[in-house]
């Protein structure tokens, strides 16, 4: 169908060894996610950032203040 050759046997790898290196793949990703923001985390923080940005702005806005 897609004209690919398509494998006549088992392959070299035990299913054993196969989920032993997808565990071992998994805890190193876990790892280096670990400390990383969640997406609703890292919004936030670019959403605060965003507010200091305008806060900033508004404060440097001629004949603004005391009014």
């Known amino acids: 169908m897609t004209g690919r050759d398509i ?3 088992a392959g ?3 299913h054993d060894d196969a989920l032993r290196k997808a565990g071992e793949e ?3 990703y ?3 996610t670990l400390n990383e923001p ?3 985390e890292q919004h936030f923080v670019e959403a605060v ?3 200091k940005r ?3 702005q508004r404060k440097r806005v001629p004949g603004k ?3």
Do not use: D, F, M, N
Request: aromatic share 4%; proline share 4%.
């Open 7 to 9: 494998l006549t046997h």
């Open 12 to 14: 070299t790898v035990s």
């Open 26 to 28: 998994y805890e190193a």
């Open 30 to 32: 876990r790892q280096r």
């Open 38 to 40: 969640s997406p609703v």
């Open 49 to 51: 950032e965003e507010a």
């Open 54 to 56: 305008i806060e900033h």
């Open 65 to 67: 203040e005391g009014k």
